[in-house]
Protein backbone atom coordinates (compact mmCIF):
# COMPACT_ATOMS: atom_id res chain seq x y z
CA UNK A 1 0.00 0.00 0.00
CA UNK A 2 1.76 3.68 -1.22
CA UNK A 3 0.29 6.00 1.68
CA UNK A 4 -0.29 9.59 0.33
CA UNK A 5 -0.05 12.78 1.57
CA UNK A 6 -1.59 15.31 -0.76
CA UNK A 7 -0.27 18.69 -0.30
CA UNK A 8 -2.40 21.91 -1.45
CA UNK A 9 -5.78 21.65 -1.54
CA UNK A 10 -6.83 23.66 -4.31
CA UNK A 11 -8.07 22.43 -7.84
CA UNK A 12 -5.84 20.08 -8.65
CA UNK A 13 -4.73 18.73 -4.98
CA UNK A 14 -9.12 18.11 -4.65
CA UNK A 15 -8.83 16.34 -8.65
CA UNK A 16 -5.76 14.12 -7.23
CA UNK A 17 -7.48 13.29 -3.69
CA UNK A 18 -10.32 11.78 -5.88
CA UNK A 19 -8.17 9.86 -7.99
CA UNK A 20 -6.41 8.37 -5.78
CA UNK A 21 -9.44 7.32 -3.74
CA UNK A 22 -10.25 4.98 -7.26
CA UNK A 23 -6.68 2.83 -7.42
CA UNK A 24 -6.36 0.23 -5.55
CA UNK A 25 -2.95 -0.23 -3.62
CA UNK A 26 -3.24 3.61 -2.47
CA UNK A 27 -4.32 5.46 0.38
CA UNK A 28 -4.67 8.92 1.09
CA UNK A 29 -3.55 9.41 5.03
CA UNK A 30 -2.90 12.83 5.30
CA UNK A 31 -4.01 16.13 3.31
CA UNK A 32 -2.04 19.67 4.31
CA UNK A 33 -3.58 22.91 3.53
CA UNK A 34 -3.40 26.62 5.17
CA UNK A 35 -7.05 26.96 5.12
CA UNK A 36 -8.52 25.91 8.49
CA UNK A 37 -11.80 24.98 6.28
CA UNK A 38 -9.99 22.57 3.63
CA UNK A 39 -8.77 20.62 6.36
CA UNK A 40 -12.09 19.89 7.92
CA UNK A 41 -13.18 18.67 4.39
CA UNK A 42 -15.26 22.20 3.31
CA UNK A 43 -14.05 21.85 -0.52
CA UNK A 44 -17.23 23.84 -1.97
CA UNK A 45 -15.27 26.78 -2.64
CA UNK A 46 -12.82 24.48 -5.08
CA UNK A 47 -14.03 25.19 -8.61
CA UNK A 48 -11.98 23.99 -11.99
CA UNK A 49 -12.99 23.33 -16.06
CA UNK A 50 -13.69 19.69 -15.41
CA UNK A 51 -14.06 17.02 -13.13
CA UNK A 52 -16.84 17.57 -10.14
CA UNK A 53 -17.58 20.50 -8.46
CA UNK A 54 -15.99 20.88 -4.86
CA UNK A 55 -18.14 19.56 -1.91
CA UNK A 56 -18.33 18.56 1.43
CA UNK A 57 -15.00 15.75 1.91
CA UNK A 58 -15.43 13.27 4.72
CA UNK A 59 -11.72 13.16 6.67
CA UNK A 60 -12.21 11.41 9.20
CA UNK A 61 -10.00 9.10 8.70
CA UNK A 62 -7.53 11.52 6.90
CA UNK A 63 -4.64 13.32 9.07
CA UNK A 64 -4.78 17.05 8.51
CA UNK A 65 -1.98 19.39 8.66
CA UNK A 66 -0.92 22.98 8.28
CA UNK A 67 2.09 22.91 7.29
CA UNK A 68 4.52 20.46 4.76
CA UNK A 69 6.89 19.98 7.73
CA UNK A 70 4.20 17.98 9.48
CA UNK A 71 3.52 15.91 6.32
CA UNK A 72 6.97 15.15 6.38
CA UNK A 73 7.54 14.39 10.02
CA UNK A 74 4.49 11.71 9.72
CA UNK A 75 5.58 8.25 9.41
CA UNK A 76 2.11 7.34 7.67
CA UNK A 77 3.10 8.89 4.84
CA UNK A 78 5.21 7.18 1.93
CA UNK A 79 4.47 9.60 -1.30
CA UNK A 80 4.59 13.48 -0.78
CA UNK A 81 2.28 14.67 -3.68
CA UNK A 82 3.03 18.32 -4.49
CA UNK A 83 -0.53 20.30 -5.82
CA UNK A 84 1.34 23.87 -4.83
CA UNK A 85 2.05 26.88 -6.79
CA UNK A 86 4.96 26.18 -9.54
CA UNK A 87 7.16 29.27 -7.71
CA UNK A 88 7.43 26.66 -4.74
CA UNK A 89 7.65 23.14 -6.15
CA UNK A 90 11.27 23.07 -6.09
CA UNK A 91 12.08 24.25 -2.17
CA UNK A 92 8.66 21.84 -0.82
CA UNK A 93 10.51 18.81 -3.35
CA UNK A 94 13.63 19.07 -1.79
CA UNK A 95 12.34 19.54 1.82
CA UNK A 96 10.30 16.02 1.44
CA UNK A 97 13.00 14.34 -0.40
CA UNK A 98 15.64 15.55 2.02
CA UNK A 99 13.04 14.31 4.82
CA UNK A 100 12.64 10.67 3.32
CA UNK A 101 9.92 10.49 1.49
CA UNK A 102 9.02 10.24 -2.02
CA UNK A 103 7.61 13.04 -4.07
CA UNK A 104 4.88 13.50 -6.99
CA UNK A 105 5.13 16.76 -8.10
CA UNK A 106 2.67 18.66 -10.77
CA UNK A 107 3.65 20.51 -13.19
CA UNK A 108 5.56 22.50 -14.17
CA UNK A 109 8.47 20.43 -12.49
CA UNK A 110 9.85 23.98 -11.34
CA UNK A 111 10.20 28.01 -12.65
CA UNK A 112 13.92 27.45 -14.32
CA UNK A 113 16.12 24.21 -14.51
CA UNK A 114 18.28 24.91 -11.90
CA UNK A 115 15.57 24.40 -9.43
CA UNK A 116 14.80 21.20 -11.59
CA UNK A 117 18.33 19.75 -11.38
CA UNK A 118 18.61 20.80 -7.71
CA UNK A 119 15.24 18.61 -7.53
CA UNK A 120 17.02 15.68 -9.27
CA UNK A 121 20.25 15.72 -7.27
CA UNK A 122 18.26 15.77 -4.01
CA UNK A 123 16.49 12.44 -5.29
CA UNK A 124 19.62 11.09 -6.26
CA UNK A 125 21.50 12.22 -2.88
CA UNK A 126 18.70 10.61 -0.56
CA UNK A 127 17.96 7.32 -2.70
CA UNK A 128 14.22 8.42 -3.11
CA UNK A 129 12.10 8.72 -6.19
CA UNK A 130 10.91 11.93 -7.86
CA UNK A 131 8.20 11.77 -10.04
CA UNK A 132 6.61 14.84 -12.37
CA UNK A 133 3.23 15.17 -13.05
CA UNK A 134 2.91 15.43 -16.92
CA UNK A 135 -0.24 14.02 -17.33
CA UNK A 136 -0.96 15.00 -21.37
CA UNK A 137 0.62 11.47 -22.10
CA UNK A 138 -2.37 9.89 -20.16
CA UNK A 139 -5.09 11.08 -21.96
CA UNK A 140 -6.59 8.99 -24.56
CA UNK A 141 -5.37 10.81 -28.14
CA UNK A 142 -2.14 11.64 -26.62
CA UNK A 143 -1.53 8.31 -25.41
CA UNK A 144 -2.69 6.71 -28.68
CA UNK A 145 -0.28 9.19 -30.44
CA UNK A 146 2.66 8.49 -28.59
CA UNK A 147 2.17 4.33 -28.85
CA UNK A 148 1.44 4.78 -32.51
CA UNK A 149 4.98 6.62 -32.99
CA UNK A 150 6.82 4.10 -30.36
CA UNK A 151 5.36 1.05 -32.10
CA UNK A 152 6.96 1.45 -35.69
CA UNK A 153 4.58 0.03 -37.22
CA UNK A 154 4.31 2.79 -39.61
CA UNK A 155 7.84 3.47 -40.03
CA UNK A 156 9.84 6.74 -38.40
CA UNK A 157 8.13 9.64 -36.85
CA UNK A 158 8.70 12.91 -39.33
CA UNK A 159 7.26 15.87 -37.98
CA UNK A 160 4.49 16.94 -36.32
CA UNK A 161 2.26 20.07 -35.56
CA UNK A 162 1.02 21.17 -32.15
CA UNK A 163 -1.68 23.04 -30.93
CA UNK A 164 -3.09 24.52 -27.13
CA UNK A 165 -4.62 27.98 -26.96
CA UNK A 166 -7.02 29.11 -24.10
CA UNK A 167 -8.77 32.74 -23.33
CA UNK A 168 -6.98 34.75 -21.11
CA UNK A 169 -7.37 33.08 -17.49
CA UNK A 170 -7.94 36.61 -15.91
CA UNK A 171 -8.99 34.52 -12.36
CA UNK A 172 -5.94 33.22 -11.79
CA UNK A 173 -3.81 35.16 -9.52
CA UNK A 174 -0.11 35.93 -11.14
CA UNK A 175 -0.52 34.35 -14.23
CA UNK A 176 1.52 36.96 -15.57
CA UNK A 177 4.38 36.48 -12.89
CA UNK A 178 7.43 35.35 -14.18
CA UNK A 179 8.52 34.34 -10.62
CA UNK A 180 5.29 32.92 -9.67
CA UNK A 181 3.84 30.86 -12.66
CA UNK A 182 5.25 31.95 -15.37
CA UNK A 183 2.40 33.07 -18.10
CA UNK A 184 1.31 30.29 -20.66
CA UNK A 185 4.94 29.37 -21.99
CA UNK A 186 5.60 27.65 -18.51
CA UNK A 187 1.65 27.20 -17.21
CA UNK A 188 0.41 25.45 -20.19
CA UNK A 189 2.91 25.33 -23.40
CA UNK A 190 5.15 22.95 -20.76
CA UNK A 191 2.63 20.43 -21.82
CA UNK A 192 3.15 19.99 -25.42
CA UNK A 193 7.02 20.73 -24.72
CA UNK A 194 7.20 17.16 -22.32
CA UNK A 195 5.15 15.48 -25.33
CA UNK A 196 7.51 16.47 -27.99
CA UNK A 197 10.55 15.37 -25.92
CA UNK A 198 9.01 12.52 -25.76
CA UNK A 199 7.93 11.63 -29.16
CA UNK A 200 11.14 13.38 -31.11
CA UNK A 201 13.45 13.82 -28.28
CA UNK A 202 15.14 17.06 -27.46
CA UNK A 203 15.24 19.64 -30.13
CA UNK A 204 18.71 20.70 -31.15
CA UNK A 205 17.38 24.35 -32.56
CA UNK A 206 14.21 26.30 -31.46
CA UNK A 207 13.12 28.83 -33.31
CA UNK A 208 9.72 31.48 -31.43
CA UNK A 209 8.10 34.16 -32.94
CA UNK A 210 5.23 35.83 -31.40
CA UNK A 211 3.67 38.19 -29.32
CA UNK A 212 4.78 39.30 -25.24
CA UNK A 213 3.07 40.65 -22.35
CA UNK A 214 3.80 41.37 -19.27
CA UNK A 215 7.63 40.46 -20.67
CA UNK A 216 6.48 36.92 -20.89
CA UNK A 217 5.43 34.83 -24.29
CA UNK A 218 1.73 35.74 -24.98
CA UNK A 219 1.09 34.02 -27.87
CA UNK A 220 3.88 32.47 -30.46
CA UNK A 221 4.56 29.70 -33.05
CA UNK A 222 7.72 27.77 -32.48
CA UNK A 223 9.93 25.29 -35.04
CA UNK A 224 11.73 22.93 -33.47
CA UNK A 225 14.06 21.21 -35.32
CA UNK A 226 16.44 17.66 -34.42
CA UNK A 227 19.48 15.76 -34.85
CA UNK A 228 17.94 14.34 -37.55
CA UNK A 229 18.09 16.13 -40.79
CA UNK A 230 14.58 16.44 -42.24
CA UNK A 231 12.90 15.84 -39.17
CA UNK A 232 10.83 19.34 -37.34
CA UNK A 233 7.43 20.15 -35.36
CA UNK A 234 5.90 23.51 -35.00
CA UNK A 235 3.65 24.38 -32.35
CA UNK A 236 0.97 27.10 -31.58
CA UNK A 237 0.45 27.78 -28.41
CA UNK A 238 -0.75 30.91 -25.86
CA UNK A 239 -3.36 32.96 -24.34
CA UNK A 240 -5.96 34.69 -26.97
CA UNK A 241 -8.43 37.32 -26.41
CA UNK A 242 -11.67 36.06 -27.81
CA UNK A 243 -13.52 33.97 -24.39
CA UNK A 244 -15.65 32.69 -26.89
CA UNK A 245 -13.15 29.38 -27.47
CA UNK A 246 -11.75 28.86 -23.61
CA UNK A 247 -9.86 26.23 -25.36
CA UNK A 248 -8.22 24.05 -27.58
CA UNK A 249 -5.71 21.35 -28.59
CA UNK A 250 -4.72 19.60 -31.25
CA UNK A 251 -2.14 17.60 -33.40
CA UNK A 252 -1.40 16.12 -36.80
CA UNK A 253 2.31 14.08 -36.41
CA UNK A 254 3.40 13.10 -39.73
CA UNK A 255 5.18 9.20 -39.83
CA UNK A 256 6.20 7.41 -42.90
CA UNK A 257 3.37 5.85 -43.39
CA UNK A 258 0.46 7.48 -42.18
CA UNK A 259 -0.45 10.80 -40.19
CA UNK A 260 -2.62 10.95 -37.28
CA UNK A 261 -5.00 13.61 -36.44
CA UNK A 262 -7.24 14.80 -33.56
CA UNK A 263 -8.26 18.51 -32.68
CA UNK A 264 -10.84 19.57 -29.39
CA UNK A 265 -12.19 22.76 -28.55
CA UNK A 266 -14.39 24.04 -25.36
CA UNK A 267 -16.68 26.82 -26.46
CA UNK A 268 -19.19 28.84 -24.55
CA UNK A 269 -22.91 27.21 -24.50
CA UNK A 270 -24.19 30.49 -26.11
CA UNK A 271 -21.50 30.74 -28.87
CA UNK A 272 -24.24 28.06 -30.93
CA UNK A 273 -22.23 25.35 -31.08
CA UNK A 274 -21.26 22.07 -28.80
CA UNK A 275 -19.32 23.80 -25.80
CA UNK A 276 -17.28 20.52 -25.88
CA UNK A 277 -16.18 18.72 -28.51
CA UNK A 278 -14.34 17.12 -30.91
CA UNK A 279 -13.20 19.16 -33.65
CA UNK A 280 -11.62 16.39 -35.12
CA UNK A 281 -12.22 12.98 -33.66
CA UNK A 282 -8.59 11.34 -33.90
CA UNK A 283 -7.96 9.63 -36.96
CA UNK A 284 -5.26 7.65 -38.63
CA UNK A 285 -4.91 7.96 -42.09
CA UNK A 286 -2.70 5.39 -44.27
CA UNK A 287 -1.17 4.86 -47.46
CA UNK A 288 -4.26 3.57 -49.42
CA UNK A 289 -5.68 6.61 -48.60
CA UNK A 290 -8.01 5.60 -45.71
CA UNK A 291 -8.68 7.69 -42.73
CA UNK A 292 -10.03 5.74 -40.03
CA UNK A 293 -11.40 7.30 -36.96
CA UNK A 294 -10.56 5.41 -33.24
CA UNK A 295 -12.61 5.12 -30.18
CA UNK A 296 -10.91 5.80 -27.26
CA UNK A 297 -13.65 6.06 -24.88
CA UNK A 298 -15.84 8.83 -23.20
CA UNK A 299 -12.92 11.69 -22.60
CA UNK A 300 -13.29 12.07 -19.55
CA UNK A 301 -10.32 13.84 -17.94
CA UNK A 302 -10.54 12.69 -14.59
CA UNK A 303 -9.41 8.86 -16.22
CA UNK A 304 -5.89 10.55 -17.15
CA UNK A 305 -5.19 11.60 -13.94
CA UNK A 306 -6.53 8.33 -12.28
CA UNK A 307 -4.64 6.20 -15.06
CA UNK A 308 -1.57 9.06 -14.49
CA UNK A 309 -1.63 8.38 -10.61
CA UNK A 310 -2.08 4.37 -11.07
CA UNK A 311 1.28 4.91 -12.90
CA UNK A 312 2.81 6.78 -9.64
CA UNK A 313 1.62 3.74 -7.31
CA UNK A 314 2.81 1.34 -9.88
CA UNK A 315 6.32 2.84 -10.04
CA UNK A 316 6.90 2.77 -5.92
CA UNK A 317 5.00 -0.54 -5.55
CA UNK A 318 6.19 -2.54 -8.39
CA UNK A 319 9.54 -0.32 -9.84
CA UNK A 320 7.60 0.31 -13.39
CA UNK A 321 9.50 2.23 -15.31
CA UNK A 322 8.80 6.08 -14.64
CA UNK A 323 7.83 6.84 -18.01
CA UNK A 324 6.39 9.87 -19.15
CA UNK A 325 6.56 10.64 -15.37
CA UNK A 326 10.30 10.73 -15.58
CA UNK A 327 12.02 13.99 -14.04
CA UNK A 328 14.48 13.80 -16.65
CA UNK A 329 11.81 14.64 -19.61
CA UNK A 330 10.26 17.09 -17.25
CA UNK A 331 13.42 19.06 -16.47
CA UNK A 332 13.79 19.09 -20.39
CA UNK A 333 10.64 20.27 -20.33
CA UNK A 334 11.62 23.59 -18.80
CA UNK A 335 14.72 23.64 -21.14
CA UNK A 336 12.68 23.70 -23.84
CA UNK A 337 10.15 26.74 -22.76
CA UNK A 338 13.54 28.41 -21.59
CA UNK A 339 14.77 28.25 -25.21
CA UNK A 340 11.45 29.31 -27.06
CA UNK A 341 11.18 32.35 -24.26
CA UNK A 342 15.11 33.54 -25.28
CA UNK A 343 14.47 33.10 -29.04
CA UNK A 344 11.28 34.80 -28.63
CA UNK A 345 12.38 38.17 -26.60
CA UNK A 346 15.35 38.14 -29.11
CA UNK A 347 13.43 38.28 -32.08
CA UNK A 348 11.11 41.04 -30.43
CA UNK A 349 14.35 42.95 -28.37
Request: hydrophobic content about 45%; charged content about 20%; proline content about 6%.
Amino acid sequence: MTRIGVVGIGFMGMVHYLSYLQIPGAEVTAVCSRDARRRAGDWTGIKGNFGPAGSQVDLSEVASFASLDEVIACPEVDLVDLCLPPALHADAAVRALEGGKHVFCEKPMAMTVAECDRMMAAAEANGRILLIGHVLPYFPEYAWALGEIRSGRHGAVLGGTFRRLIADPAWLDNYWDADQVGGPMLDLHVHDAQFIRLAFGMPTVVTTRGSQRSGLPARWHSLFEFESPGISAHCEGGVVGQPGRPFLHGFEIQLERAALMFEFAVSHPESGVDHAAYRCQPTILDEAGTATPVSLGDGDPMRAFEAELTHVVDVLSNGADPGPLAAAAARDAVEICRLETASLKAALN
